[in-house]
C-alpha cells in the first residue's frame, strides 16, 4: 500500500510537471512567431528544471548526453538516430469507401517504397482533402481536387465519381517532387511516423544551447524555409554584434550516420577551422547523440535557386520553388564559371575522403562572383540526399562521386533552363547557349548515361565547357586527423551498401512489375491463345500419325508371320506298336516321287493386311460432314397406271 501511494504520488506530479513545460513551451512558440527576444532559453530551461524536479522524462523522443559549455546541447538520454528515410517515396491508392450516417469515408492504402510489407490503411473523408489542399494552396499549384456537393453527395454513382477524382488528385501530389516530400502530406498520409511537432522540439533543443550559450538571441524563426522538415533554421544574433543576422540550423540525425559520437564531435568541431574558397564559412558546429547544430552568417542574396527564381531567401520552400512566377536562366559566362567552381570544391572534397552528396541549387550560396557549397555537415548527420528518389531508380549511379555528378547535372540544367527538368532521364535537350553544355547534360541526364555510367568530375572538367575558365588561386585550408579520415571512408562505404541494397531492390522490383504487366497486357494475351491453339493442333495431329504408324505396325507384324511360318501337312496318325505285327508294313515311296501339297499363294495374306490397314485408316479418316444426301425410292407403295 505504501509502494502503491508513492507511485500514485510520483504520476501525479509527473502529469502536472508535463502540463507546466507544454504550457511554457505553447507560449516561447507564440512569442517566437511575433519575434521575441532570447527569454526563450530561460523560460524553456524553466520548464525543462521543474519537469527534471517532478522526475519526469525529457520531453524530446531523440536520444542525447550530457556536456559542458557549448557541449550541453541536450541532457543525458538513450543514444539513437532517425532510422526512418523520409526521401522514400509513399504511393497511396483509395481501395474503397464507406457510408456513414452523414458523410463517406475513404480507405487508403499507403505504401513506403516498393516493399508491400510496408504499407499501412488510413481512412480519410473530403473534408481532410479539403483542409490538406487549403494548406497546399501556397504552392501556386493548380491542384485537381473534385469540387464540393451538398445535395445528393451520398448516390453511388457520384461517390464512385469523386473517388477516382481524389485518387487523381493524390497521384498529383505525389508526383511533385517538393509538395512529396513537405510535411503536411507526409503527415496527411502517415500520421503515426510524422505526428510530432518538430518546430517545438527543435526549439527545446535550441533553448538547451542558449542556456549554456548566453551570448547569443533569438531574432525571429525561419518557418520551412528548407525542404527537410526535420531541420528547422532560426535568425538569431550576437550580442556583441547586434547588427549582423546569422542562420542557426538544427537537424536530427539521419539513417546514413555511421559514424561514432566520437567521430562526429571531431568533424562538426573541425568545420568552423576550414577555409576554402568555394565552400560557406560555420561560425559554430556542434553535434550530440541524436542531432547537430550549425551556424553561418545570414547572406541577403540567397542561394543560386534563389536567385534563379528571383525569390526573397526568407520565404517558405513551397512557395518560392514550386510556381515561381519568374524564371532566369544564367547567362553563359555565369554558367561556365559557377559550374567550374562547383567542380573544383567537388573533386577537393572527393580528394580528402570527405563525403557530400547533397548537392542542389538551394545548397548553393551566391557570395559575389562566386559560389559557395553549404551544408557539408549534412553528410556527417547522416541526412539523405534531395535527389535521391531520383538516383535511386539508376543502378549505374552507386558512388558518393557520382551522386555528385548526377547532382551537378541538375544544377547545370537549372542554371541553362531556370528550372528544373520536367523527368528523368530526359528523352530531349532545349537549344542553349552553347552546344557544349548540351553535350555536358546528355552525358549526366540522359537515358544513354543512365545505362552506361555517369562522368568523373575529373573528366567533366576537362570538357570544353570549362576547360579555359580562369579561378582564383586561393589556397584552401582544410585539416583533417588521419583517424577521422579512416572513419569517413569507413562511413562512405556504408552510405554506398545502404545505397546499393535500395538500388537492387527497386531493380528487382522493376523487373518483376514489367513481368506481370507484360503477361497481363491483351496483346501477350492473344499471343498465349494462339499459342494454344498451334499446340492442339500440333498434338492432335502427333496422335494420329502415331496411331496410324501403330497400326500399320500391326498390320505388318501379322503379315510377316503368316508368310514365315512354314506349312506342315497333317500327320497320319501312328499305329500302336507291338512286338510282333501280323500286317506287312507299307512298301517305300518311290524316290522320283514327292508329296506333293498345294500351298497357299503369299499374296493371299498380303491383300488381306492391306485391305485391313485400308479400312481402318477410311474409317479413322472418316468425317461426317463429307456425306452427301441421298435420296430414298419406297417401292412399297402401290403404282397406280
Avoid at 510556381?323 to 580528402?352: A, C, T
Amino acid at each position: 500500500a505504501r509502494t502503491r501511494r508513492t507511485l500514485c504520488g510520483w504520476r501525479l506530479g509527473l502529469a502536472a510537471g508535463q502540463r507546466e513545460v507544454g504550457a511554457r513551451t505553447r507560449a516561447v512558440s507564440v512569442r517566437l512567431a511575433g519575434r521575441g527576444r532570447p527569454s526563450v532559453g530561460g523560460s524553456l530551461a524553466r520548464s525543462l528544471a521543474c519537469c527534471r524536479r517532478v522526475g519526469g522524462p525529457s520531453l524530446s523522443p531523440h536520444a542525447g548526453r550530457a556536456g559542458g559549455g557549448a557541449m550541453a546541447l541536450m541532457e543525458k538520454r538513450s543514444p539513437g538516430k532517425v532510422l526512418l528515410d523520409d526521401t522514400v517515396p509513399l504511393r497511396c491508392v483509395i481501395e474503397a469507401s464507406q457510408n456513414l450516417q452523414s458523410h463517406t469515408e475513404y480507405i487508403i492504402r499507403v505504401q513506403r517504397g516498393v516493399s508491400a510489407e510496408n504499407s499501412w490503411q488510413i481512412i480519410r473523408r473530403y473534408s481532410d482533402f479539403d483542409i490538406l489542399n487549403s494548406n497546399l494552396q501556397i504552392s501556386g499549384l493548380t491542384l485537381p481536387l473534385p469540387p464540393k456537393k451538398l445535395i445528393g453527395n451520398m448516390d453511388r454513382e457520384f461517390i464512385a465519381e469523386r473517388q477516382s477524382g481524389l485518387q487523381n488528385y493524390l497521384n498529383f501530389i505525389i508526383t511533385q517532387h517538393v509538395l512529396s516530400s513537405c510535411e503536411l502530406v507526409k503527415k496527411f498520409l502517415d500520421p503515426t511516423n510524422y505526428s510530432s511537432n518538430y518546430t517545438e522540439i527543435a526549439l527545446q533543443q535550441v533553448s538547451m544551447f542558449f542556456r549554456s550559450e548566453p551570448n547569443w538571441e533569438v531574432v525571429e524563426p525561419l518557418k520551412e524555409m528548407g525542404w527537410r522538415f526535420r531541420k528547422r533554421h532560426l535568425l538569431i544574433k550576437s550580442k556583441d554584434q547586434p547588427k549582423e543576422r546569422q542562420v542557426l540550423s538544427w537537424a536530427d540525425l539521419g539513417p546514413d550516420m555511421f559514424l561514432c559520437d566520437k567521430d562526429l564531435q571531431s568533424a562538426m568541431k573541425l568545420l568552423p577551422s576550414w577555409s576554402h574558397p568555394y565552400i560557406y564559412p560555420v561560425t559554430f558546429a556542434t553535434a550530440s547523440e541524436s542531432s547537430g547544430l550549425v551556424i553561418r552568417m545570414y547572406n541577403d542574396k540567397g542561394t543560386l535557386r534563389d536567385y534563379i527564381c528571383k525569390a526573397k531567401p526568407k520565404d517558405c520552400f513551397m512557395k518560392k520553388y514550386c510556381s515561381p512566377k519568374k524564371i532566369q536562366g544564367l547567362d553563359l559566362q555565369q554558367i561556365k564559371l559557377f559550374g567550374r567552381q562547383i567542380l573544383e570544391v567537388l573533386k577537393f572534397l572527393h580528394e580528402k575522403r570527405i563525403p557530400y552528396g547533397h548537392l542542389h541549387a538551394s545548397n548553393v550560396m551566391i557570395d559575389g562572383d562566386a559560389c559557395k557549397l553549404l551544408d557539408i555537415e549534412n553528410s556527417f548527420l547522416g541526412l539523405p540526399s534531395y535527389y535521391r528518389p531520383y538516383y535511386t531508380q539508376s543502378r549505374k549511379i552507386n558512388t558518393t562521386e557520382a551522386i555528385d555528378v548526377y547532382c551537378f547535372g541538375h544544377v547545370l540544367y537549372e542554371m541553362t533552363y531556370g528550372k528544373p527538368p520536367d523527368s528523368v532521364p530526359v528523352d530531349s535537350f532545349p537549344s542553349a547557349s552553347s552546344s557544349h553544355i548540351v553535350s555536358v547534360l546528355q552525358s549526366i541526364l540522359s537515358a544513354e548515361a543512365w545505362k552506361a555510367s555517369m562522368p568523373t568530375i575529373a573528366q567533366l572538367l576537362e570538357t570544353p565547357l570549362f576547360l579555359d575558365v580562369l579561378l582564383n588561386a586561393e589556397k584552401p585550408q582544410i585539416k583533417i586527423p588521419s583517424k577521422l579520415k579512416e572513419a569517413l571512408k569507413a562511413a562512405k562505404e556504408c552510405m554506398e551498401k545502404r545505397l546499393n541494397e535500395e538500388q537492387k531492390a527497386i531493380h528487382r522490383h522493376k523487373r518483376l512489375a514489367r513481368a506481370q504487366s507484360h503477361h497481363g497486357s491483351e496483346e501477350e494475351k492473344k499471343k498465349r491463345k494462339i499459342l494454344a491453339r498451334k499446340k492442339s493442333k500440333q498434338s492432335l495431329t502427333e496422335n494420329e500419325v502415331d496411331n496410324s504408324a501403330k497400326i500399320n505396325h500391326s498390320n505388318n507384324a501379322n503379315s510377316g508371320s503368316g508368310a514365315s511360318s512354314p506349312l506342315t501337312s497333317p500327320s497320319s496318325p501312328t499305329p500302336p506298336s507291338t512286338a510282333v505285327s501280323s500286317i506287312p508294313a507299307a512298301p517305300a515311296l518311290p524316290p522320283s516321287h514327292k508329296l506333293e501339297v498345294p500351298l497357299p499363294s503369299e499374296s493371299t495374306p498380303l491383300a488381306n493386311g492391306t485391305g485391313r490397314g485400308a479400312l481402318l485408316s477410311s474409317i479413322q479418316s472418316f468425317k461426317k460432314g463429307h456425306l452427301k444426301p441421298a435420296t430414298t425410292r419406297d417401292h412399297n407403295m402401290p403404282t397406280i397406271k
